[in-house]
């Protein structure tokens, strides 16, 4: 049986960039340097911009070039989400929340002071700056490295509320790209049904099951080595899961002799997403 994510334990139980249909003039504020440094100002200009619940660019595009959460797990590393409530402002400051590696959240002290970089502000020890292109909203946060190398991240936003969190805005943006939709499925007594996956989380037609959860928590433990779907995630019901065109398959899996590595057994299920 698969190991259950760590980070579903964000959920309280479980879509793209959002787009203005207004025509906006692109904006970047690490180029367009604000008409002053003053906190007032800085707030005025970065609280509508940042509000919300955002999600690591990198990561969720090769999540769903690949259709492997696994395959794109060397860029769930670092900050990979975070949720920032400017309701919460306080003076100068905002505690945000960030998840990291997909594993764990903790807090993140904004303050609306000039950050290192141009038109920046503060972000824990790096900076936070934005742009705005055709409409799109883009984060981008200026980090140290561990060898005080600075590294430009991009976030793109979700269209949640930010009271749902992080964690849930991570998940459905992974859903609708990766396997949300509807796919045709043949049980084993060669009755065809439609099962409905759908981008929060729930899904119908697939046996009595209601939720699905996919996890994005990999490679941080033993038998931790595949791609991993789980239903009605309380019963502890999973398989791997493969994406060949646009046929979704789910393989039983077995430990390896030494139980350090999960290997795919016999394939159980096989649906095919309709167009």
């Known amino acids: 049986m698969m190991k259950k994510s760590i980070y579903l334990l964000l959920l309280p139980v479980f879509l793209f ?33 940042i509000q919300g619940v955002w999600v690591k ?26 949720n920032i409530s400017t309701g919460k402002i306080a003076g100068d400051s905002i505690i945000a929340e960030g998840g990291w590696s997909n594993h764990e959240g903790g807090d993140l002290i904004l303050k609306f002071k000039p950050g290192k970089k ?9 900076d936070l700056g934005y742009s705005i292109q055709n409409g799109d909203t883009i984060l981008t946060t200026y980090w140290p ?21 992080f964690a849930q805005g991570t998940f459905q943006t992974i859903n609708k790209g ?4 509807s796919y045709s499925f043949k049980d084993t007594t060669g009755t065809t049904s439609t099962v409905i996956f759908r981008t929060n989380g729930t899904l119908s037609g697939f046996f009595a099951f209601k939720q699905y959860h996919v ?61």
Do not use: W
């Open 17 to 49: 960039a959002c787009k203005s249909n207004k025509t906006q003039p692109e904006k970047d504020s690490v180029t367009a340097a604000p008409k002053t440094h003053s906190t007032k100002a800085l707030i005025a200009e970065f609280k509508p911009i």
């Open 57 to 82: 660019s990198d990561y969720v595009d090769k999540v769903i070039a690949t259709k492997s959460p696994l395959a794109a797990a060397d860029l769930a590393t670092g900050l990979t989400a975070m």
């Open 118 to 126: 141009k038109s920046t502000i503060q972000l824990g020890p790096g």
């Open 145 to 165: 490295d561990d060898n005080k190398n600075i590294i430009a991240t991009r976030y793109r936003k979700v269209a949640i509320k930010s009271a749902e969190g």
């Open 178 to 181: 990766l396997i949300a939709g």
């Open 215 to 275: 996890n994005i928590d990999l490679n941080s433990d033993v038998m931790d080595n595949l791609d991993e779907i789980s239903f009605d995630y309380k019963a502890s019901t999973s398989y791997s899961f493969k994406f060949i065109g646009d046929t979704l398959k789910l393989y039983d899996t077995r430990p390896n002799e030494d139980s350090t590595l999960l290997v795919l057994d016999k394939l159980r299920y096989t649906l095919v997403k309709q167009k």
